[in-house]
T-cell receptor
Framework: DAGVIQSPRHEVTEMGQEVTLRCKPISGHDYLFWYRQTMMRGLELLIYFNNNVPIDDSGMPEDRFSAKMPNASFSTLKIQPSEPRDSAVYFC????????????FGSGTRLTVV | GENVEQHPSTLSVQEGDSAVIKCTYSDSASNYFPWYKQELGKGPQLIIDIRSNVGEKKDQRIAVTLNKTAKHFSLHITETQPEDSAVYFCAAKGGGGSSNTGKLIFGQGTTLQVKP
């Protein structure tokens, strides 16, 4: 398996532009998580899905952020409009069902909003 | 909800020495405790985990211990090498009936530096 695949690896955009981050989870994993990592706040859980259904989006910072999972093999995290404070590394992770499985993380998308 | 505290935030050791990172958790229903290693420019990678019905687990130079009564768990790295330098995260997952079921709660991370 190729693992969790995220794209793009790096994104530089201007303030106010729409940004879309993409994730392909590991086949057979029914949990998908979006995290944001910054020096100040560490790893923050933004939202997670179970069987393509959003379960907990309490970590989504504001209405500018939205996430979808149209099928078991694809998810997007969208920021519209983007702001400089959104600059961070965004990770997608997936997990098998059951209580004793950890997450497999993707390589992340480094987002810079100028 | 669950809260995971991790200490120390930074740790510097000489090559060959041991390193210990400690975490505490608040939700007594948590039943799974993985540890992740994050190297520069990469995503966190699972290195070892332990279930709540086990007190200790070893994998070569890495070991994890769990004290359910005290709600403490620790990562032990022996004979450290420069390639062990990274950020390490502990995490806890809630058990059945817990509001944290299915969700890992991460500690704040420990930056380990192994000096040659």
């Amino acid at each position: 398996d190729a693992g969790v695949i995220q794209s793009p690896r790096h994104e530089v955009t201007e303030m106010g532009q729409e940004v879309t981050l993409r994730c392909k989870p590991i086949s057979g994993h029914d949990y998908l998580f979006w995290y944001r990592q910054t020096m100040m706040r560490g790893l923050e859980l933004l939202i997670y899905f179970n069987n393509n259904v959003p379960i907990d989006d309490s970590g989504m910072p504001e209405d500018r952020f939205s996430a979808k999972m149209p099928n078991a093999s694809f998810s997007t995290l969208k920021i519209q409009p983007s702001e400089p404070r959104d600059s961070a590394v965004y990770f997608c992770a997936s997990s098998s069902p059951g209580p004793f499985y950890g997450y497999t993380f993707g390589s992340g998308t480094r987002l810079t909003v100028v | 909800g669950e809260n995971v505290e991790q200490h120390p935030s930074t740790l510097s050791v000489q090559e060959g020495d041991s390193a210990v990172i400690k975490c505490t958790y608040s939700d007594s229903a948590s039943n799974y405790f993985p540890w992740y290693k994050q190297e520069l420019g990469k995503g966190p990678q699972l290195i070892i985990d332990i279930r709540s019905n086990v007190g200790e687990k070893k994998d070569q130079r890495i070991a994890v211990t769990l004290n359910k009564t005290a709600k403490h768990f620790s990562l032990h790295i022996t004979e450290t090498q420069p390639e062990d330098s990274a950020v390490y995260f502990c995490a806890a997952k809630g058990g059945g009936g817990s509001s944290n079921t299915g969700k890992l709660i991460f500690g704040q991370g420990t930056t380990l530096q192994v000096k040659p």
